[in-house]
Structure formats: structure tokens, C-alpha cells
């Protein structure tokens, strides 16, 4: 499901305020899987030697679908958690540990302090600000990244996500408590490329809006957002919110937006209304996140749906810079 998303540059001018290298907020991301028994056997000691370190480092579990495609999670969201995977080139085997985007080796020994070493009292010239609001089914996510001193590399990559910070299930492995288990990404599959602020204090600002899916537990749910060098992959910064606390708002999101389906509920197809002859590009997926159907059509045009099961579907849509999503009842 594509997010909503808008970008703007803000211009702080006329300010006194004194900007300098700010604390690069150390990042894990863990790639494992609930039917991986190297995974059940490294995984307690990681956690406990993530916990003995100093507050602050974020850490995302991703569950790819290779070697197991049987593992729940994975079958949640595979599209997403495979191509976060491949981002990295580390497909086809779990577990697998990345720290500020630098793969750490199982012969590193997982449960050893040393091996955040490399990555403590890092710098970085950009700074992330972020909110998290609930507005009825959705979950909108703002970013704002800020460069707080000139230097480094002008092409950036955004990456967000949400995240569910404990999950209780068995897997077949054993594990039975699963942490900061990735849900959504929030600024598509592969993030967003985009130019970094050019000058100190100036800013670049983000909206995603997802929906709030039932399966997961909303108040465990917390977001996420990861700046990298679109080249080298190279970790820029990162930020987390605390998982749970929303703001709150009745305003429905992009409300300028004139996409909408008909009929809804619907049984045999669908039309999808905006402007006279503009084209939209849509994707339909089911609350499990499996994409049923994508296509290109014109508003108004009727498209056949027959096939689909009956449930709630996710249509997501994009028609040139706008993007959106749309609850569906067959």
C-alpha cells in the first residue's frame, strides 16, 4: 500500500539560533524469520547484549520470506519485508544484523558489546524531527529532516515505517516474543530519494498516511524513519517515536484529494472518480497486505473485480504527485 506523500522545503530565515553537528541515533536492523532455528538460538543473546547497551539505538526486525516463507510475519507484509531484504543484498538467509547499514557477520558474535563499537559517538549534519496523529482508520506520519551544519552528501534517501514493539507468537522455531516487528513501510517499498537541504537550517518536510490495519495492536504500534546516502547506503540518521502515543485528530488527511470509489460496498466492479480524463494508477490488496490486482485507468472507467474474494480491501491509488488510500467493501 502506497503512502500519501508531500514534500516541501522550509526556509527558516531571520533566526539567531546557533546549529552544529548533532548525535548520529544508532540503528539495527535485523533481518530474521519464526521458523529459523539459527535465529531462535542467537536471537535471546542479541536481545539481552541490545538491552545492556546505553539507551537510544533503534532496532527494526524485518522477516523476509527466504529460507522460510512459511513464517507468519513475513506472510503479513512479504512484498515489504523482501524489499528491504534485497536493499541490502542480504536476501536468502537469516539472521542477519546491519548496524547504520554496515552488515555485522555471524562470526562477530551477536552477543558481544563490541560490536556497536564502530558506531558510538558518531556525528551527522542532519537532524529528524517526527510526529505520529491518528485521523479515524489511518495513521498519517510527519518527518521533517533539517540540516544543522553545511557538508556531506546532497542525494539522500528517506525510508519510514511502522513498527509493532512486542509481538507474542509462537513460531515454529519456539520463539515466542518477537521485538519492534516491522509493519508498514510508510514512504513506499524502497523510501524516497530526494535532495538534501541545501543550506544550515534549512528543511525538507514528509506526510505518509497508512491505514491502521486490525491485526496489529495499535497501541504497541510506533513509528520510524531512516535517512540514508542514496548511493553507498551509508546511515545519515534515524529516528524513532514512542510506540502508542498518537496525536489525535479528526481532520481526515489531504482532504483536497477528490479520488473516491463507487459503488462501495461493491460486488462485480468498481470506479474509481476524480478529474474528468486524469489517470490513476491503483493496487489492490487485502488486509494481510497481498496484492490482488494493479492497474492503470482513467476516472470513471469501470473495472472488472468479480475475481476478488469477498472482505475489506486496501485500494491504494497515485495520479501524478498525489497518492492515497481507499477502504473497499466487496
Known amino acids: 500500500m502506497n503512502s500519501l506523500i508531500k514534500i516541501g522545503l522550509l526556509l527558516l530565515t531571520g533566526t539567531s539560533t546557533v546549529f552544529a553537528q548533532t548525535s548520529k541515533k544508532m540503528l539495527v536492523e535485523h ?19 541490545l538491552r545492556n547497551q546505553p539507551p537510544g539505538i533503534r532496532h527494526i526486525s524485518y522477516h523476509p520470506s527466504s529460507p522460510y516463507v512459511g513464517c507468519l510475519f513475513s506472510q503479513q507484509n512479504k512484498p515489504e519485508n523482501d524489499a528491504r531484504t534485497n536493499y541490502y543484498n542480504v536476501y536468502g538467509g537469516t539472521p542477519k544484523i546491519l548496524i547504520n547499514g554496515t552488515v555485522i557477520q555471524v562470526g562477530s558474535n551477536y552477543n558481544s558489546p563490541t560490536i556497536f563499537d564502530p558506531f558510538e559517538n558518531q556525528t551527522s549534519p542532519i537532524d529528524i524531527r517526527m510526529t505520529q496523529e491518528k485521523s479515524g482508520d489511518s495513521i498519517r506520519i510527519r518527518v521533517v529532516v ?14 519510514g515505517g511502522l513498527a509493532e514493539d512486542t509481538v507474542n507468537y509462537t513460531g515454529s522455531n519456539g520463539e515466542s ?3 519492534d516487528v516491522f509493519r508498514k513501510a510508510v514512504f513506499g517499498m524502497n523510501g524516497i530519494t530526494f535532495t538534501a537541504p ?14 491502521n490495519n486490525p491485526i496489529w495492536n495499535i497501541n504497541r504500534i510506533f513509528a520510524y524513519s531512516v535517512v540514508q546516502e542514496s548511493g553507498n547506503k551509508k546511515l545519515v540518521q534515524s529516528e524513532t ?11 481526515a488527511p489531504f482532504t483536497q484529494s477528490n479520488i473516491h470509489i463507487v459503488p462501495n460496498p461493491t460486488t462485480e466492479y468498481m470506479v474509481v472518480q476524480g478529474s474528468p480524463n486524469e489517470t490513476v494508477q491503483i493496487q489492490i490488496a487485502d488486509i494481510q497486505g497481498r496484492i490482488n490486482l494493479k492497474k492503470t485507468i482513467r476516472s470513471g472507467e469501470k473495472l472488472n473485480i468479480v475475481n476478488l474474494p469477498a472482505g475489506v480491501f486496501i485500494v491504494s491509488w497515485k495520479s501524478g504527485y498525489q497518492s492515497g488510500l481507499l477502504k473497499m467493501l466487496r
Open 31 to 49: 533481518f530474521t524469520n519464526t521458523k529459523c532455528s539459527i535465529c531462535a538460538s542467537l536471537n535471546p543473546g542479541f536481545y539481552a547484549n
Open 146 to 159: 533539517t540540516r544543522v551544519v553545511d557538508g556531506g552528501n546532497s542525494s539522500l534517501l528517506l525510508y
Open 177 to 179: 516474543r518477537h521485538y
Open 198 to 211: 541545501a543550506a544550515t537550517g534549512d528543511s525538507v518536510w514528509f506526510t505518509g498516511t497508512v491505514w
Open 241 to 251: 517515536l514512542p510506540a502508542g502515543i498518537f496525536l489525535a485528530t479528526e481532520v
